[in-house]
């Protein structure tokens, strides 16, 4: 499993980062890494309760699906509102018919964004190409402080002006660790039938 995820891990991070213009293929590398580890193993423990290939398949189906409508993407855990009315404009060449996108979350479905392994993928890799900038001043350069103060803009619209990368790294694989041991549980007790 570790080799072939390593291996799909480094060639997609290879083509993404350099033909993307990416600036920080370490983050990107680890990320991708650990968003297949957890997949792989989210898909073993649903496939473990199932016992059945295609129902283990569209029940993981739906769970990918809703964790990357919660990760904070397309549904923000803490914007609303109150904050898009702040920006000026759009970030990043966004219309205004992409508003949808700035939506808040309901508050019921707050677990999904802290459960969703995809959420701390999602910062990681933002904040890693995003956030790691230096800019220049608006005296130096007026062009690449523009620039600097979009990205700002993005980062706070997002909430991920405070990432930690070594933090998101660490809960991802402590997800990984407990996703394992739900999944050794069940084999264990559903599949052997012993305690």
Request: charge should be negative; hydrophobic fraction near 50%.
């Amino acid at each position: 499993m570790l080799p072939g995820l390593a291996i799909v891990a480094l060639v997609s991070s290879l083509m993404i980062v350099y033909l993307t213009d990416l600036h920080d293929f370490g983050y990107f590398l680890i990320a991708i890494f650990l968003v297949l580890l957890n997949a792989e193993v989210f898909m073993y423990m649903v496939s473990a309760i199932t016992g059945d290939e295609t129902t283990g398949t569209a029940i993981g189906a739906f769970f990918f699906g809703t964790f990357m409508i919660c990760c904070g993407f397309l549904l923000s855990r803490d914007v609303g509102q109150s904050n898009r009315n702040k920006f000026t404009h759009y970030p990043i060449g966004c219309s205004n018919r992409a508003s949808f996108v700035f939506q808040r979350m309901p508050k019921y479905w707050i677990w999904m964004y802290y459960g969703a392994f995809e959420t701390y993928v999602l910062r990681a890799m933002i904040y890693g190409d995003l956030g790691s900038r230096e800019f220049p001043s608006k005296a130096d350069d007026p062009a690449g402080w523009k620039e600097g103060q979009e990205i700002r803009q993005v980062l706070e619209l997002y909430d991920m002006e405070d990432v930690d990368v070594a933090v998101e790294f660490g809960i991802l694989t402590g997800y990984f660790f407990l996703v394992f041991f739900i999944f050794t549980a069940i084999v264990q007790f559903k599949h052997t039938g012993r305690k």
